[in-house]
């Protein structure tokens, strides 16, 4: 079956730029839609966006102007960038899947295991 | 945005019995061409990514327990737990996917009583 895996620094210096990769396997990432989703400690979730294979986004309006989510089809794998971090990014990231191939308005299933990224200097 | 309100914020339950998490959406997520409603439930276990349950608001995820059943339309739905087990110690939370941004109510912390 499908598995996400998160990677990347987990300690980014604030006003840096905040990077990560999710690798698909078990499956291709053609045909879906992907997110990034975040989590501050012992909070709740928000997404961040999406891309489509074919390298179509869209951000929430909240973080647009800070985030770039980019697709390379040929490793299987899709980047989150993040810039001019503070401290209130801090958070558990994760990736997921939409698991309908003809749409973005979907849930999300399966979910990487997430990855904590720390901003501090 | 759509603002999604979860209640209780948190939910001590005796084993066995039913535990109710309600979600309400600060507008409709019925979408009328195809009278579905844009919704979903996840669990969340401590260290653990969320997990859906239920999607299109009571269709359960392949896998998931049928004490596990989802209700609702419009702007007000419900996660019932119908007997609850041990291992249903979790955090849930409900989101909608019928417009963007995609939008999660704050959470539920389900324990044991």
């Known amino acids: 079956q499908v598995q996400l895996q998160e990677s990347g620094p987990r300690l980014v210096k604030p006003s840096e730029t905040l990077s990560l990769t999710c690798t698909v396997s078990?499956?291709?990432?053609?045909?879906?839609?992907w997110s990034w989703i975040r989590q501050p400690p012992g909070k709740g979730l928000e997404w961040i966006g999406y891309i489509y294979y074919s390298g179509s986004t869209n951000y929430s309006p909240s973080l647009k102007s800070r985030v770039t989510i980019s697709v390379d089809t040929s490793n299987n794998q899709f980047s989150l960038k993040l810039t001019s971090v503070t401290a209130a990014d801090t958070a558990v990231y994760y990736c997921a899947r939409h698991p309908n191939t003809y749409s973005s308005r979907s849930w999300f299933d399966p979910w990487g295991q997430g990855t904590l990224v720390t901003v501090s200097s | 945005d759509i603002v999604m309100t979860q209640s209780p914020d948190s939910l001590a339950v005796s084993l066995g019995e039913r535990a109710t998490i309600n979600c309400k959406s600060s507008?409709?997520?019925?979408?009328?061409?195809?009278?579905?409603?844009?919704l979903a439930w996840y669990q969340q276990k401590p260290g653990q990514p969320p997990k859906v349950l239920i999607y299109w608001a009571s269709d359960r995820e392949s896998g998931v327990p049928d004490r596990f059943s989802g209700s609702g339309s419009g702007t007000d739905f419900t996660l019932t737990i119908g007997s609850l087990q041990a291992e249903d110690v979790a955090a849930y939370y409900c989101?909608?996917?019928?417009?963007?941004?995609?939008?999660f109510g704050q959470g539920t912390n389900l324990e044991i009583k």
């Open positions: 989101q909608q996917y019928y417009t963007m941004p995609f939008t």
């Open positions: 078990g499956g291709s990432i053609s045909n879906y839609y």
């Open positions: 507008q409709s997520v019925l979408y009328s061409s195809n009278n579905k409603n844009y």
